[in-house]
């Protein structure tokens, strides 16, 4: 948004999910592409002079690999919508004035390196090179100040945890589309927080220094498995994974995920448009019981150790 805003362009964002446009798509695909569906057919019905429809290939991972590369859907959604909509009248009039931006983003090797690319998709909007320039390097300042502002809060709430030894947070875990968005999560970092419990978004934590597994292909992957060595390691922390029903990547690092944990408790949730609320509710109950428990344990293990020394 603040890249377009630079170089003289009102961003406008879809508003609604439309059960029509998920009923277009081609396929039975996760979760966060049916959205995407949704959203798009809402874009379209908005008539925007241009459509930013990029490749998003990669993904920035900091002190981590040189590469990282985003969910094969995630990197063919630009595709799969402009096949499912190819007959839409505002689709089908935005392409024949080559008025569909379509540019590879590529994060994975630091945002400098991704600048290329906005400049390149800027000259055909008629913006000289300063301008997108200057525009550019305005996006990745509010970015960072952004990523700042989240490790700030962050920290924070771990030292409001950490002052208070009885209590413990619940840690989300997942892809940002769908584990950390109201639009996919359905309210379970909400159902958390109502019951007294602090629901964290795990790249709120400071993870710079965690382990990543070398042959790790997949930057969500990279960020989600720090999460959980992090998590792990830290004693009023407990993990809650937010996967979808046909997720390809997330059928390995659920595994991994939960070999990491060991015995520490975890809670993993793979949701879908067919999830009922009731069944989330009631594994969220057990779960925190089960934590509660488990601390309970480790206390006592704690005591009986102090008593033999």
């Known amino acids: ?19 029509e446009g998920i009923d277009r798509k081609s396929s039975p695909f996760c979760y966060p592409a049916e959205i995407a569906h949704g959203y798009f057919l809402d874009l379209l019905q908005k008539k925007p002079d241009y459509l930013f429809l990029p490749q998003f290939k990669g993904d920035r ?17 630009p595709f799969y919508l402009a096949s499912t909509f190819k007959d839409h009248e505002a ?21 400098d390196k991704a600048q290329k690319e906005f400049i390149r998709m800027s000259n055909r909007l008629g913006v000289s ?29 771990l030292k409001e945890l950490e002052n208070s030894p009885g209590e413990f947070g619940v840690v989300i875990i997942g892809r940002p589309y769908n584990a950390l968005v109201s639009e996919a999560h359905m309210g379970i970092p909400n159902k958390f927080a109502s019951r007294g419990i602090r629901a964290i978004p795990y790249n709120f934590l400071p993870l710079e220094k965690e382990s990543i597994k070398k042959d790790m292909y997949w930057s969500a992957g990279q960020h989600i498995l720090r999460g959980a ?9 407990f993990g809650c994974y937010i996967t979808n029903f046909s997720c390809g990547p997330d059928s390995f690092l659920v595994g991994y995920f939960r070999d990491i944990m060991g015995e520490k408790p975890s809670l993993t949730l793979e949701l879908d448009s067919h999830v009922a609320d009731a ?19 480790e206390k006592g293990k704690k005591t009986t150790g102090n008593l033999r020394t």
């Not at 948004?1 to 003289?8: E, H, M, V």
């Open 1 to 19: 948004r603040s890249f377009f805003s630079g170089i003289g362009f009102e961003v406008i964002l879809p508003d609604k999910i439309t059960q």
């Open 129 to 157: 090179k300063k301008r997108a320039r200057l525009a550019y390097e305005d996006a990745v300042r509010e970015q960072e100040n952004l990523f700042q502002e989240m490790k700030r809060k962050g920290y924070d709430t």
């Open 279 to 297: 069944g989330l509710e009631t594994r969220i109950e057990a779960f925190l019981d089960i934590v509660t428990r488990y601390r309970e344990l």
């Open 61 to 77: 991972v900091e002190n981590g690999p040189e590469k990282g590369v985003t969910c094969p859907l995630s990197q063919g959604e």
């Open 229 to 237: 060595h992090f998590v792990k390691k830290h004693p009023q922390l």
């Open 91 to 111: 689709f089908m009039d935005l392409k024949e004035k080559g008025e569909i931006l379509e540019p590879v983003i590529d994060f994975s090797g630091g945002f």
